[in-house]
């Protein structure tokens, strides 16, 4: 029988960005539970800060974040740094794919995360849900795992956020396991698979990127529209026009770049939610300093939630006398609330050409046709991300920060990151808050083309 719900709960995990902007596309299925006060302007659920978590709960997610965000910001330090980095990457590791093989034996990580749910992690939160259960969509592995062992009544989905998983993300058993997987592409169906995750309970939905920089999913007409004018930045001598203009206007029609969407080159830079990397952008900002000077380049400085970053990014800019000169091209993207700061970024997006981040969650906004100039990799997971920008053709490596005002505009001379723009366009996935909508609310099996082979 199909459900004929049309809300859910949408369950998420205040850790760094990755897990609540993969969350953020989908507020709008999101149902409140009257046993949990709704936090801000969105009804979706923090399971680490939810008002009325116990103190036992809220003790054992702070001590994962603190962990993780404390490592990833002091791993350039020789020996104590690097080392703890190390360990850490090594327990949250990924097996590579090849050749293929039976993975689903339990990583210690795993067996440590259910004997914390078998005493009691995660019960207050599931007993509340149970009051009234919608389906149940949560983009964390462990709040999957409570519902499950907690008995909730209702389906659960475990939405995946990266393009390759650890072993972390499949049950204990699962074979034995009713939770429904929504992969972020093919490769996270495979490798759930071979974890032991039952085929028929894995959707390949793609990652849920955000409806204004889409449109509807049959015109996705913000989306055409955006990327025209983006595509005239990305290639000035228009090498990639001359070479590829029936592509274009097939894909994208003949159109002219609308007025409300023309701007000057865009260059967006994210932070990860531990703040790492900062530094870089400072990099960029002093390299790209004439060019801001002559109204040649806007550069965005996303902060994100991180007041310290947000600080940072306005005392170097005011170092730089870059606060009185730059005349509206340096821009520092913040907010307090993570909800306020995603709405802020996605507008950004519309007029960014490029984005210049660690291949994070992030690189799934390839698929809005922005290539993506790739900052070192933090982690294991943002390895196999990097590689699967590589393999779509969408992303770059980062050359030295300093000479970005040569090499970036050689680039861009070549017609190369116009290419990488319509790779992404043409090859990753846009869909999948549409076809997570499908089928968590219309009981469809809804997923993304079979063009789409990675």
Not at 62 to 87: C, M
Not at 251 to 270: D, E, M, Q, S, V
Not at 389 to 396: F, K, Q, W, Y
């Amino acid at each position: 029988m199909k459900p004929n719900n049309k809300k859910a709960y949408v369950v998420t995990v205040d850790m760094g960005y990755g897990h609540q902007r993969a969350s953020y596309p989908l507020h709008d299925m999101a149902s409140p539970c009257a046993l949990i006060p709704s936090e801000g302007e969105s009804h979706i659920i923090s399971a680490n800060t939810y008002g009325g978590i116990p103190r036992s709960d809220r003790r054992k997610w702070e001590g994962g974040r603190s962990l993780y965000e404390t490592v990833s910001r002091f791993k350039n330090i020789p020996l104590l740094g690097t080392n703890a980095f190390k360990l850490m990457n090594y327990l949250q590791r990924i097996e590579a794919f090849y050749p293929r093989r039976d993975l689903s034996k339990p990583i210690m990580q795993l067996a440590q995360i259910y004997k914390m749910i078998q005493k009691g992690w995660g019960k207050d939160l599931i007993t509340k849900l149970n009051s009234d259960p919608l389906p149940y969509v949560t983009t964390f592995f462990s709040t999957a795992f409570m519902a499950e062992v907690h008995g909730y009544k209702g389906e659960i989905y475990c939405l995946c956020t990266d393009t390759d998983i650890s072993r972390a993300w499949a049950p204990l058993d699962p074979k034995k396991s009713k939770i429904k997987y929504l992969a972020p592409n093919k490769r996270v169906r495979e490798r759930l698979m071979l974890y032991g995750v039952k085929a028929a309970n894995i959707f390949v939905t793609g990652f849920p990127l955000p409806k204004e920089n889409i449109g509807t999913q049959k015109t996705i007409q913000i989306l055409k529209e955006t990327l025209r004018c983006r595509l005239e930045n990305l290639d000035p001598r228009g090498v990639y026009h001359k070479k590829y203009h029936h592509t274009i206007a097939h894909h994208l029609g003949n159109k002219k770049c609308l007025p409300k969407y023309k701007h000057p080159l865009t260059i967006t830079f994210a932070v990860g939610g531990a703040g790492a990397q900062k530094d870089l952008g400072i990099a960029i900002l002093k390299s790209l300093h004439d060019k801001i000077d002559k109204k040649e380049v806007v550069l965005n400085l996303v902060a994100g939630s991180r007041q310290d970053v947000y600080r940072y990014f306005q005392e170097e800019v005011k170092r730089l006398h870059l606060e009185k000169s730059h005349g509206g091209c340096v821009n520092i993207i913040y907010d307090e609330s993570k909800y306020a700061y995603f709405q802020k970024f996605n507008q950004v997006m519309l007029t960014t050409d490029l984005l210049w981040t660690k291949p994070s969650e992030l690189s799934f906004y390839s698929a809005l046709g922005i290539p993506v100039i790739m900052a070192p990799t933090i982690g294991s997971q943002e390895d196999f991300n990097r590689e699967w920008l590589h393999d779509i053709g969408s992303g770059v490596e980062q050359e030295d920060p300093k000479y970005t005002h040569e090499w970036l505009f050689d680039w861009l001379d070549s017609g190369w990151l116009a290419q990488a723009a319509m790779e992404g366009y043409l090859d990753a996935p846009r869909n999948g808050a549409y076809h997570i909508e499908d089928i968590v609310l219309k009981g469809k099996r809804s997923e993304i083309e079979e063009g789409h082979l990675l």
